[in-house]
Nanobody, 117 residues
Framework: QVRLVESGGGSVQPGGSLRLSCAAS????????MRWYRQAPGNERELVAA???????NYADSVKGRFTISRDNAKSTTYLQMNSLKPEDTAVYYC???????????WGQGTQVTVSS
């Protein structure tokens, strides 16, 4: 059974930091490109950051310089370090993994991030 389990969300004041984790099981993690998406109320889900199986990274313009995506293949886990958080970062954050060979795509259940004073 494939599972992607996000953790690390919560409430933080503007300027604060959070670190999200996404622990995967039931997939060959090292073959997967991993992504973080977010969805705010009334908005479409948007790509925040991505890291390929080979380590290539890209970010949405809105988070460049503030967020850092990483992965630990030995732990089958991907991370999103979020610094200098802004109220507009408030959203449910979702982890996505896609097998680079089969293109099968898997989603986590999401974790809420709220940035508010």
């Amino acid at each position: 059974q494939v599972r992607l389990v996000e953790s690390g969300g919560g409430s933080v004041q503007p300027g604060g930091s959070l670190r999200l984790s996404c622990a995967a099981s039931g997939i060959i993690f090292s073959l997967c490109d991993m992504r973080w998406y977010r969805q705010a109320p009334g908005n479409e889900r948007e790509l925040v950051a991505a890291i390929t199986r080979g380590g290539f990274i890209n970010y949405a313009d809105s988070v460049k310089g503030r967020f850092t995506i990483s992965r630990d293949n030995a732990k089958s886990t991907t991370y999103l370090q979020m610094n200098s958080l802004k109220p507009e970062d408030t959203a449910v954050y979702y982890c996505n993994g896609q097998n680079s060979r089969t293109r099968a795509s898997y989603w986590g259940q999401g974790t809420q991030v709220t940035v508010s004073s």
